[in-house]
Protein backbone atom coordinates (compact mmCIF):
# COMPACT_ATOMS: atom_id res chain seq x y z
CA UNK A 1 0.00 0.00 0.00
CA UNK A 2 1.39 3.34 -0.99
CA UNK A 3 1.97 5.87 1.53
CA UNK A 4 0.42 9.03 -1.05
CA UNK A 5 -3.45 8.83 -1.08
CA UNK A 6 -5.90 8.16 -3.59
CA UNK A 7 -7.25 10.81 -6.29
CA UNK A 8 -9.53 14.12 -4.51
CA UNK A 9 -13.17 13.12 -4.64
CA UNK A 10 -13.11 9.77 -3.19
CA UNK A 11 -13.46 8.27 -0.21
CA UNK A 12 -11.51 5.33 1.39
CA UNK A 13 -12.89 2.11 2.05
CA UNK A 14 -14.04 1.29 6.00
CA UNK A 15 -13.31 -1.48 7.52
CA UNK A 16 -16.01 -3.83 7.28
CA UNK A 17 -16.23 -3.94 11.38
CA UNK A 18 -16.42 0.10 11.13
CA UNK A 19 -19.18 2.49 9.60
CA UNK A 20 -18.01 5.29 6.69
CA UNK A 21 -16.22 7.95 7.78
CA UNK A 22 -18.98 10.71 9.19
CA UNK A 23 -19.07 13.79 7.69
CA UNK A 24 -20.23 17.42 8.72
CA UNK A 25 -23.30 19.19 7.69
CA UNK A 26 -23.08 21.90 4.95
CA UNK A 27 -24.47 24.69 6.39
CA UNK A 28 -22.97 28.21 5.13
CA UNK A 29 -22.10 30.14 2.78
CA UNK A 30 -19.06 32.55 1.29
CA UNK A 31 -20.61 35.33 3.45
CA UNK A 32 -20.80 33.45 6.71
CA UNK A 33 -17.66 31.41 5.57
CA UNK A 34 -15.99 34.62 4.83
CA UNK A 35 -17.24 36.25 8.51
CA UNK A 36 -15.79 33.15 10.12
CA UNK A 37 -12.62 33.39 8.54
CA UNK A 38 -12.01 36.68 9.08
CA UNK A 39 -12.98 36.57 12.84
CA UNK A 40 -10.23 33.89 12.76
CA UNK A 41 -7.66 36.60 11.19
CA UNK A 42 -9.08 38.66 14.57
CA UNK A 43 -7.30 41.39 13.04
CA UNK A 44 -8.13 43.97 16.38
CA UNK A 45 -6.65 41.69 18.57
CA UNK A 46 -3.80 40.83 15.97
CA UNK A 47 -3.29 44.32 16.07
CA UNK A 48 -3.38 45.30 19.41
CA UNK A 49 -2.16 41.85 20.82
CA UNK A 50 0.68 40.64 18.48
CA UNK A 51 1.64 43.50 16.45
CA UNK A 52 2.70 45.89 19.92
CA UNK A 53 5.31 43.08 20.34
CA UNK A 54 6.29 43.73 16.38
CA UNK A 55 6.62 47.54 17.24
CA UNK A 56 9.41 46.31 19.98
CA UNK A 57 11.67 44.52 17.89
CA UNK A 58 11.52 46.62 14.54
CA UNK A 59 10.56 49.79 15.44
CA UNK A 60 9.37 51.66 12.33
CA UNK A 61 10.45 48.43 9.77
CA UNK A 62 7.06 46.86 11.46
CA UNK A 63 4.81 47.69 8.43
CA UNK A 64 7.30 46.82 6.07
CA UNK A 65 7.88 43.34 7.19
CA UNK A 66 4.25 43.26 7.91
CA UNK A 67 3.82 44.23 3.80
CA UNK A 68 6.25 41.86 2.85
CA UNK A 69 4.64 38.78 4.90
CA UNK A 70 1.30 39.60 3.11
CA UNK A 71 2.82 39.70 -0.07
CA UNK A 72 4.30 36.42 0.81
CA UNK A 73 0.73 35.41 1.74
CA UNK A 74 -0.45 35.90 -1.76
CA UNK A 75 1.17 32.98 -3.08
CA UNK A 76 0.56 30.65 0.31
CA UNK A 77 -3.18 31.69 -0.25
CA UNK A 78 -3.22 31.08 -4.25
CA UNK A 79 -1.89 27.48 -2.92
CA UNK A 80 -4.45 26.88 -0.19
CA UNK A 81 -7.32 27.65 -2.79
CA UNK A 82 -6.37 25.30 -5.27
CA UNK A 83 -5.54 22.42 -2.34
CA UNK A 84 -8.61 23.12 -0.73
CA UNK A 85 -10.65 22.77 -3.53
CA UNK A 86 -8.82 19.71 -4.50
CA UNK A 87 -9.65 18.39 -1.06
CA UNK A 88 -12.57 19.98 0.71
CA UNK A 89 -12.30 18.50 4.17
CA UNK A 90 -12.10 19.65 7.85
CA UNK A 91 -8.60 18.35 8.21
CA UNK A 92 -7.61 21.29 5.90
CA UNK A 93 -3.41 21.27 5.63
CA UNK A 94 -3.55 17.35 6.83
CA UNK A 95 -5.92 16.48 4.45
CA UNK A 96 -4.47 18.36 1.38
CA UNK A 97 -0.69 17.31 2.13
CA UNK A 98 -1.62 13.82 2.68
CA UNK A 99 -3.74 13.29 -0.48
CA UNK A 100 -0.48 14.98 -2.54
CA UNK A 101 2.39 14.16 -0.19
CA UNK A 102 2.09 11.61 1.60
CA UNK A 103 0.87 10.43 4.72
CA UNK A 104 3.79 10.89 6.39
CA UNK A 105 4.50 14.81 5.56
CA UNK A 106 0.42 14.75 6.28
CA UNK A 107 1.15 13.74 9.58
CA UNK A 108 3.72 15.99 10.84
CA UNK A 109 1.39 18.78 9.02
CA UNK A 110 -1.10 17.82 11.39
CA UNK A 111 1.12 17.92 13.85
CA UNK A 112 2.08 21.75 13.23
CA UNK A 113 -1.16 22.77 13.13
CA UNK A 114 -1.75 21.24 17.06
CA UNK A 115 1.07 23.47 18.26
CA UNK A 116 -0.08 26.84 16.51
CA UNK A 117 -4.07 25.98 18.01
CA UNK A 118 -2.94 24.82 21.33
CA UNK A 119 -0.40 27.86 21.82
CA UNK A 120 -2.40 30.78 20.25
CA UNK A 121 -5.60 31.04 21.60
CA UNK A 122 -4.84 31.22 25.47
CA UNK A 123 -2.03 33.61 24.63
CA UNK A 124 -4.15 36.10 23.16
CA UNK A 125 -7.48 35.07 25.69
CA UNK A 126 -5.03 36.30 28.11
CA UNK A 127 -4.72 39.90 26.39
CA UNK A 128 -8.26 40.15 27.45
CA UNK A 129 -7.45 41.59 30.94
CA UNK A 130 -5.59 44.92 29.21
CA UNK A 131 -8.70 45.72 27.33
CA UNK A 132 -11.10 45.72 29.80
CA UNK A 133 -8.84 47.64 32.14
CA UNK A 134 -10.50 50.76 31.55
CA UNK A 135 -14.04 49.48 33.01
CA UNK A 136 -12.58 46.54 35.39
CA UNK A 137 -9.69 44.92 36.68
CA UNK A 138 -8.94 41.67 36.40
CA UNK A 139 -6.49 39.07 36.53
CA UNK A 140 -4.87 38.38 32.82
CA UNK A 141 -4.90 34.39 33.21
CA UNK A 142 -8.70 34.25 34.80
CA UNK A 143 -10.03 36.65 32.35
CA UNK A 144 -8.31 34.39 29.76
CA UNK A 145 -9.46 31.50 30.97
CA UNK A 146 -13.12 32.86 30.96
CA UNK A 147 -12.62 33.58 27.63
CA UNK A 148 -11.70 30.25 26.74
CA UNK A 149 -14.71 28.74 28.05
CA UNK A 150 -17.00 31.03 26.99
CA UNK A 151 -15.91 30.49 22.93
CA UNK A 152 -16.14 26.92 24.20
CA UNK A 153 -19.65 27.36 24.79
CA UNK A 154 -20.46 29.15 21.64
CA UNK A 155 -18.50 26.25 19.76
CA UNK A 156 -21.14 23.76 20.40
CA UNK A 157 -23.76 25.99 18.76
CA UNK A 158 -24.78 25.44 15.21
CA UNK A 159 -21.84 26.77 12.65
CA UNK A 160 -24.76 29.39 10.96
CA UNK A 161 -25.54 30.81 14.04
CA UNK A 162 -21.86 31.01 15.15
CA UNK A 163 -21.41 32.84 12.12
CA UNK A 164 -23.68 36.03 13.06
CA UNK A 165 -22.57 36.33 16.35
CA UNK A 166 -18.78 36.38 14.92
CA UNK A 167 -20.18 38.63 12.24
CA UNK A 168 -21.65 41.21 14.65
CA UNK A 169 -18.38 41.40 16.35
CA UNK A 170 -16.21 41.32 13.36
CA UNK A 171 -17.87 45.07 12.79
CA UNK A 172 -17.21 46.34 15.89
CA UNK A 173 -13.06 45.16 15.24
CA UNK A 174 -13.50 46.76 11.75
CA UNK A 175 -14.68 49.99 13.53
CA UNK A 176 -11.90 50.01 16.16
CA UNK A 177 -9.13 49.46 13.53
CA UNK A 178 -10.44 52.44 11.79
CA UNK A 179 -10.96 54.97 14.18
CA UNK A 180 -6.99 53.88 15.26
CA UNK A 181 -6.35 54.91 11.34
CA UNK A 182 -7.82 57.83 11.12
CA UNK A 183 -6.42 59.26 14.58
CA UNK A 184 -2.55 58.04 13.63
CA UNK A 185 -3.35 59.52 10.29
CA UNK A 186 -4.43 62.75 11.56
CA UNK A 187 -2.10 63.23 14.35
CA UNK A 188 1.08 62.12 11.98
CA UNK A 189 4.50 63.03 13.47
CA UNK A 190 7.07 61.93 11.11
CA UNK A 191 6.31 61.33 6.62
CA UNK A 192 5.72 58.19 5.01
CA UNK A 193 9.52 57.90 4.41
CA UNK A 194 10.02 57.03 7.86
CA UNK A 195 8.26 53.37 6.97
CA UNK A 196 11.40 52.25 5.31
CA UNK A 197 13.86 54.04 7.89
CA UNK A 198 14.03 50.23 9.75
CA UNK A 199 14.49 52.43 13.80
CA UNK A 200 14.08 51.41 16.57
CA UNK A 201 14.51 52.72 20.10
CA UNK A 202 17.27 51.79 22.05
CA UNK A 203 18.05 51.23 25.77
CA UNK A 204 19.26 55.00 26.04
CA UNK A 205 16.01 56.12 23.71
CA UNK A 206 18.17 57.11 21.16
CA UNK A 207 17.68 55.49 17.54
CA UNK A 208 18.79 52.54 16.73
CA UNK A 209 19.27 50.38 13.21
CA UNK A 210 17.48 47.63 12.17
CA UNK A 211 19.22 45.26 10.55
CA UNK A 212 17.57 43.29 7.52
CA UNK A 213 18.54 39.65 8.88
CA UNK A 214 16.36 41.13 12.11
CA UNK A 215 13.74 41.79 9.40
CA UNK A 216 13.56 38.28 8.15
CA UNK A 217 13.63 37.06 11.58
CA UNK A 218 10.59 38.34 11.73
CA UNK A 219 8.68 37.71 8.59
CA UNK A 220 7.70 33.88 10.66
CA UNK A 221 5.31 36.36 13.24
CA UNK A 222 4.47 38.48 10.25
CA UNK A 223 3.06 35.23 8.19
CA UNK A 224 1.67 34.66 11.45
CA UNK A 225 -0.21 37.85 11.52
CA UNK A 226 -2.53 36.98 8.76
CA UNK A 227 -2.50 33.33 9.04
CA UNK A 228 -6.36 32.92 9.72
CA UNK A 229 -7.34 33.01 6.11
CA UNK A 230 -6.68 29.51 6.60
CA UNK A 231 -9.82 28.80 8.29
CA UNK A 232 -11.46 28.66 4.81
CA UNK A 233 -10.11 25.00 4.02
CA UNK A 234 -11.08 23.55 7.51
CA UNK A 235 -14.69 25.20 6.95
CA UNK A 236 -14.65 23.23 3.55
CA UNK A 237 -16.47 20.63 4.21
CA UNK A 238 -19.69 22.53 5.40
CA UNK A 239 -19.01 24.98 2.93
CA UNK A 240 -21.86 25.08 0.43
CA UNK A 241 -20.26 25.03 -3.22
CA UNK A 242 -16.81 24.30 -2.35
CA UNK A 243 -15.37 23.73 -5.64
CA UNK A 244 -16.09 27.65 -5.90
CA UNK A 245 -16.37 29.21 -2.48
CA UNK A 246 -13.45 27.97 -0.77
CA UNK A 247 -11.10 29.73 -3.28
CA UNK A 248 -13.39 32.95 -2.89
CA UNK A 249 -13.20 33.21 0.89
CA UNK A 250 -9.48 32.03 0.95
CA UNK A 251 -8.39 35.20 -1.18
CA UNK A 252 -11.38 37.83 -0.09
CA UNK A 253 -10.25 37.10 3.43
CA UNK A 254 -6.49 37.59 3.17
CA UNK A 255 -7.27 41.22 1.07
CA UNK A 256 -9.49 42.11 3.70
CA UNK A 257 -7.32 41.39 6.80
CA UNK A 258 -4.06 42.77 5.53
CA UNK A 259 -5.74 46.37 4.83
CA UNK A 260 -7.53 46.29 8.20
CA UNK A 261 -4.18 45.33 9.91
CA UNK A 262 -1.74 46.70 7.60
CA UNK A 263 -3.50 50.21 7.44
CA UNK A 264 -3.70 50.99 11.24
CA UNK A 265 -0.26 49.71 11.89
CA UNK A 266 0.86 52.19 9.08
CA UNK A 267 -0.93 55.42 10.55
CA UNK A 268 0.50 54.10 14.20
CA UNK A 269 3.98 54.29 13.13
CA UNK A 270 3.39 58.06 11.59
CA UNK A 271 1.74 59.01 14.62
CA UNK A 272 3.41 57.74 17.26
CA UNK A 273 4.82 60.98 19.60
CA UNK A 274 8.39 59.46 19.28
CA UNK A 275 10.58 56.17 18.45
CA UNK A 276 10.20 54.82 22.43
CA UNK A 277 6.41 55.25 22.50
CA UNK A 278 6.15 53.35 18.82
CA UNK A 279 8.78 50.71 20.94
CA UNK A 280 6.37 50.62 24.04
CA UNK A 281 4.18 49.56 21.74
CA UNK A 282 0.73 50.85 23.90
CA UNK A 283 -1.33 51.53 21.40
CA UNK A 284 -4.52 52.09 23.66
CA UNK A 285 -2.34 54.90 25.00
CA UNK A 286 -1.81 56.56 22.04
CA UNK A 287 -5.20 56.09 21.00
CA UNK A 288 -6.18 58.28 24.39
CA UNK A 289 -3.61 60.83 23.92
CA UNK A 290 -4.79 61.51 19.98
CA UNK A 291 -8.43 61.79 21.68
CA UNK A 292 -9.78 61.39 24.72
CA UNK A 293 -10.10 58.57 27.41
CA UNK A 294 -13.58 57.76 26.62
CA UNK A 295 -12.32 57.20 22.46
CA UNK A 296 -9.48 54.90 24.37
CA UNK A 297 -12.33 53.42 26.48
CA UNK A 298 -14.22 52.63 23.57
CA UNK A 299 -11.15 51.68 21.36
CA UNK A 300 -10.17 48.83 24.05
CA UNK A 301 -13.81 47.66 24.77
CA UNK A 302 -14.30 46.72 21.12
CA UNK A 303 -10.70 44.88 20.79
CA UNK A 304 -11.83 42.97 23.93
CA UNK A 305 -14.89 41.66 22.28
CA UNK A 306 -12.37 41.10 19.19
CA UNK A 307 -10.22 38.36 21.38
CA UNK A 308 -13.61 36.75 22.73
CA UNK A 309 -14.58 36.59 18.86
CA UNK A 310 -11.11 34.99 18.17
CA UNK A 311 -11.55 32.54 20.70
CA UNK A 312 -15.25 31.36 19.54
CA UNK A 313 -13.43 30.92 15.69
CA UNK A 314 -10.38 29.06 16.92
CA UNK A 315 -12.26 26.87 18.87
CA UNK A 316 -14.51 26.17 16.15
CA UNK A 317 -11.37 25.72 13.80
CA UNK A 318 -9.70 23.67 16.44
CA UNK A 319 -12.32 21.33 17.30
CA UNK A 320 -12.83 20.57 13.36
CA UNK A 321 -9.59 19.59 13.20
CA UNK A 322 -9.76 16.72 15.87
CA UNK A 323 -12.72 15.67 14.42
CA UNK A 324 -11.01 15.11 11.22
CA UNK A 325 -8.51 13.36 12.96
CA UNK A 326 -10.29 11.29 14.83
CA UNK A 327 -12.56 10.59 11.82
CA UNK A 328 -9.40 9.58 9.94
CA UNK A 329 -8.62 7.06 12.75
CA UNK A 330 -5.27 8.78 13.98
CA UNK A 331 -6.03 7.70 17.13
CA UNK A 332 -6.57 4.44 19.53
CA UNK A 333 -10.47 3.22 19.13
CA UNK A 334 -11.65 4.51 21.92
CA UNK A 335 -10.29 8.14 21.48
CA UNK A 336 -11.51 8.08 18.01
CA UNK A 337 -14.80 7.11 18.74
CA UNK A 338 -15.27 10.01 21.29
CA UNK A 339 -13.64 12.86 19.12
CA UNK A 340 -16.08 11.90 16.24
CA UNK A 341 -19.01 12.41 18.15
CA UNK A 342 -21.76 15.36 16.68
CA UNK A 343 -24.09 17.14 18.69
CA UNK A 344 -27.94 17.85 18.17
CA UNK A 345 -26.48 21.17 16.60
CA UNK A 346 -24.27 18.83 14.06
CA UNK A 347 -21.21 20.45 15.91
CA UNK A 348 -18.57 17.73 16.83
CA UNK A 349 -19.41 18.50 20.89
CA UNK A 350 -16.56 16.08 22.38
CA UNK A 351 -13.51 17.46 19.70
CA UNK A 352 -14.66 20.75 20.81
CA UNK A 353 -14.34 20.35 24.84
CA UNK A 354 -11.59 18.34 24.10
CA UNK A 355 -9.90 21.98 22.34
CA UNK A 356 -11.25 24.81 24.84
CA UNK A 357 -11.13 23.28 28.45
CA UNK A 358 -7.81 22.32 28.44
CA UNK A 359 -6.97 26.20 26.25
CA UNK A 360 -8.56 27.69 29.34
CA UNK A 361 -6.26 25.69 31.68
CA UNK A 362 -3.03 26.89 29.93
CA UNK A 363 -3.90 30.36 30.42
CA UNK A 364 -2.36 29.46 33.93
CA UNK A 365 1.09 28.73 31.87
CA UNK A 366 3.50 31.06 30.90
CA UNK A 367 3.62 30.80 27.17
CA UNK A 368 5.42 34.09 26.04
CA UNK A 369 8.42 31.50 24.95
CA UNK A 370 5.96 30.01 22.97
CA UNK A 371 5.22 32.98 20.55
CA UNK A 372 8.59 31.72 18.24
CA UNK A 373 7.22 28.71 18.69
CA UNK A 374 4.28 29.43 16.61
CA UNK A 375 6.49 31.32 14.21
CA UNK A 376 8.28 28.34 13.30
CA UNK A 377 5.40 26.03 13.65
CA UNK A 378 3.17 28.50 10.82
CA UNK A 379 6.27 29.17 8.57
CA UNK A 380 7.15 24.90 8.35
CA UNK A 381 3.14 24.26 7.98
CA UNK A 382 3.27 26.86 5.27
CA UNK A 383 6.74 24.99 3.40
CA UNK A 384 4.89 21.59 3.72
CA UNK A 385 1.58 22.89 2.08
CA UNK A 386 3.82 24.27 -0.66
CA UNK A 387 5.38 21.54 -1.38
CA UNK A 388 2.16 19.80 -1.97
CA UNK A 389 0.53 22.33 -4.29
CA UNK A 390 3.62 21.79 -6.12
CA UNK A 391 2.41 18.27 -6.82
CA UNK A 392 -1.28 19.17 -7.09
CA UNK A 393 -0.96 18.69 -11.06
CA UNK A 394 0.27 15.41 -11.30
CA UNK A 395 -1.72 12.40 -12.15
CA UNK A 396 -4.14 11.22 -11.09
CA UNK A 397 -5.23 14.68 -9.43
CA UNK A 398 -4.77 16.96 -12.68
CA UNK A 399 -7.60 16.27 -14.45
CA UNK A 400 -10.00 16.91 -11.08
CA UNK A 401 -12.18 19.68 -11.32
CA UNK A 402 -10.79 22.63 -8.84
CA UNK A 403 -9.64 26.40 -8.67
CA UNK A 404 -6.31 26.84 -10.14
CA UNK A 405 -3.89 28.84 -9.15
CA UNK A 406 -1.87 31.51 -11.90
CA UNK A 407 1.97 30.92 -12.35
CA UNK A 408 1.56 27.69 -11.08
CA UNK A 409 4.69 26.38 -10.56
CA UNK A 410 6.59 29.17 -10.16
CA UNK A 411 4.85 30.39 -7.06
CA UNK A 412 5.13 27.00 -5.40
CA UNK A 413 8.86 26.70 -5.65
CA UNK A 414 9.77 30.54 -4.84
CA UNK A 415 7.62 29.85 -1.59
CA UNK A 416 9.71 26.86 -0.75
CA UNK A 417 12.98 28.33 -1.30
CA UNK A 418 11.54 31.52 0.86
CA UNK A 419 10.18 29.80 3.44
CA UNK A 420 12.76 27.66 3.92
CA UNK A 421 15.43 30.73 4.47
CA UNK A 422 12.74 32.36 6.61
CA UNK A 423 13.43 29.17 8.74
CA UNK A 424 17.25 29.40 8.82
CA UNK A 425 17.11 32.66 10.59
CA UNK A 426 15.12 31.53 13.68
CA UNK A 427 16.71 31.47 16.76
CA UNK A 428 17.71 27.88 17.62
CA UNK A 429 15.76 27.38 20.81
CA UNK A 430 12.41 27.84 18.53
CA UNK A 431 13.87 25.49 16.21
CA UNK A 432 14.90 22.87 18.36
CA UNK A 433 11.74 23.13 20.43
CA UNK A 434 9.43 23.10 16.95
CA UNK A 435 11.90 19.71 15.93
CA UNK A 436 11.71 18.07 19.06
CA UNK A 437 8.11 17.98 18.84
CA UNK A 438 7.93 16.96 15.26
CA UNK A 439 10.57 13.81 15.95
CA UNK A 440 8.33 12.52 18.44
CA UNK A 441 5.74 12.53 16.11
CA UNK A 442 7.81 10.93 13.89
CA UNK A 443 8.52 8.50 16.11
CA UNK A 444 4.28 7.85 16.81
CA UNK A 445 4.26 7.69 13.38
CA UNK A 446 6.69 4.90 12.76
CA UNK A 447 5.86 2.80 15.79
CA UNK A 448 2.18 2.96 15.56
CA UNK A 449 0.72 4.93 12.39
CA UNK A 450 2.75 3.32 9.88
CA UNK A 451 2.62 -0.45 11.44
CA UNK A 452 -1.18 -0.46 11.49
CA UNK A 453 -1.62 2.10 8.10
CA UNK A 454 -4.56 -0.38 6.98
CA UNK A 455 -6.79 0.57 9.64
CA UNK A 456 -4.94 4.15 10.63
CA UNK A 457 -4.58 7.29 9.28
CA UNK A 458 -6.62 6.69 6.69
CA UNK A 459 -7.30 10.33 5.55
CA UNK A 460 -10.87 10.49 3.95
CA UNK A 461 -12.04 13.11 1.35
CA UNK A 462 -15.76 13.84 1.85
CA UNK A 463 -17.61 13.19 -1.60
CA UNK A 464 -18.84 16.37 -2.92
CA UNK A 465 -21.53 16.55 -5.79
CA UNK A 466 -21.25 20.01 -6.94
CA UNK A 467 -21.16 20.86 -10.34
CA UNK A 468 -18.28 22.88 -10.89
CA UNK A 469 -19.17 26.77 -11.78
CA UNK A 470 -15.51 28.09 -11.80
Known sequence: MTDTLRPAGTTAAAPPDHPGPRTLKRSIGVVGATLLTLSCVTPASTLFVVVPDLFGSLGTATALTIAIGSLLCIAVAFCYAELGTLVPSAG??????????????????????????????????????????????????????????????????????????????????VIAAALVAVLGFAHGERGPGSLVSMQVAGADGHADAVTGMLVVSGLAIALFVTQGFSTAVYLSEELEHPRRNVARTVLATLAVSTAIILVPVVAITLGAADLTELTGGDIGAMVTAWSNSATGTFVSLCVA????????????????????SARDKAWPEPVNRLF???????????????????????????????YGVTGVSVTGMYLLVAVAALLARRTPHRHTPAWRMPLWPALPVLLIIVLTYILTQQETAYLLWTGGIAAAATLYWACYLRPHRDTRWLVSIPEDTDTPRL
Open 305 to 324: LAIVNAGIVMVIQNSRVLFA
Open 340 to 370: ARLGRFGSPWVATLAVGVPGAALCFVNLDTL
Open 92 to 173: GEYAMVSTMAGRLAGWLVFVLSLLVVVIVPPVIAMGTADYLAPVVHLDPATAGAGVMLLATLAGLLDLRANAWITGVFLVLE
